[in-house]
T-cell receptor, first 114, second 113 residues
Framework: AQSVTQLDSQVPVFEEAPVELRCNYS??????LFWYVQYPNQGLQLLLK??????LVKGINGFEAEFNKSQTSFHLRKPSVHISDTAEYFC????????????FGSGTQLTVLP | DGGITQSPKYLFRKEGQNVTLSCEQN?????MYWYRQDPGQGLRLIYY???????QKGDIAEGYSVSREKKESFPLTVTSAQKNPTAFYLC????????????FGQGTRLTVV
């Protein structure tokens, strides 16, 4: 079985400050990790994904994430946030034994303050 | 433009009624999924289909039913047996393979009145 834990349900941060959204996963097999963003009353959009190779993954809108196998983490970072980054962010995992089912974390609401 | 279309965007249902949520995709994806989203709980898988005429229960299938008669379409029926149907419902699709991303529709917000 696989699971995802997003450690912070809400993260307020001032504009132009750096931010880190934390994600930990558990799985007994090789995993594939994703970060999605959701704006109010909309669907989810892929920010970035880790499949294999380099542990530092760069995505859209200046976001990046680092896969850490020993700590089973996949934290999302941005060095300088904008008001437009205010949204809910979801970490998700799938694995080779999961029949391609994505398991989502409970989400982190990022609020960027002026 | 390719994408996933969910309709309607907002839906109101009286208690005891069945309602059907539409999901259509023109991405030529084999796999389609239905998720339910509640505040603070993330997305939970209701049903998924890897191929036409076949579908599997997800984590919270009770009170829901689906069909997959065409590759492009994966409608979800919320039956009267679903005890708490008020939620935001998201449809997604993907190509086969664990390393491919899922594409999401804009969602349907269902409210029981």
């Amino acid at each position: 079985a696989q699971s995802v834990t997003q450690l912070d349900s809400q993260v307020p941060v001032f504009e132009e400050a750096p931010v880190e959204l934390r994600c930990n996963y558990s799985s007994s097999v090789s995993v594939y990790l994703f970060w999605y963003v959701q704006y109010p009353n909309q669907g989810l959009q892929l920010l970035l994904k880790y499949l294999s190779g380099s542990t530092l993954v760069k995505g859209i809108n200046g976001f990046e994430a680092e896969f850490n196998k020993s700590q089973t983490s996949f934290h999302l970072r941005k060095p300088s946030v904008h008001i437009s980054d205010t949204a809910e962010y979801f970490c998700a995992v799938t694995s080779s034994g999961s029949a391609r089912q994505l398991t989502f974390g409970s989400g982190t609401q990022l609020t960027v303050l002026p | 433009d390719g994408g996933i279309t969910q309709s309607p965007k907002y839906l109101f249902r009286k208690e005891g009624q069945n309602v059907t949520l539409s999901c259509e995709q023109n991405l030529n994806h084999d796999a389609m999924y239905w998720y339910r989203q509640d505040p603070g709980q993330g997305l939970r898988l209701i049903y998924y289909s890897q191929i036409v005429n076949d579908f599997q229960k997800g984590d919270i299938a009770e009170g829901y039913s689906v069909s997959r008669e065409k590759k492009e379409s994966f409608p979800l029926t919320v039956t009267s047996a679903q005890k708490n149907p008020t939620a935001f419902y998201l449809c997604a699709s993907s190509t086969p393979g664990v390393d491919t991303e899922a594409f999401f529709g804009q969602g349907t917000r269902l409210t029981v009145v």
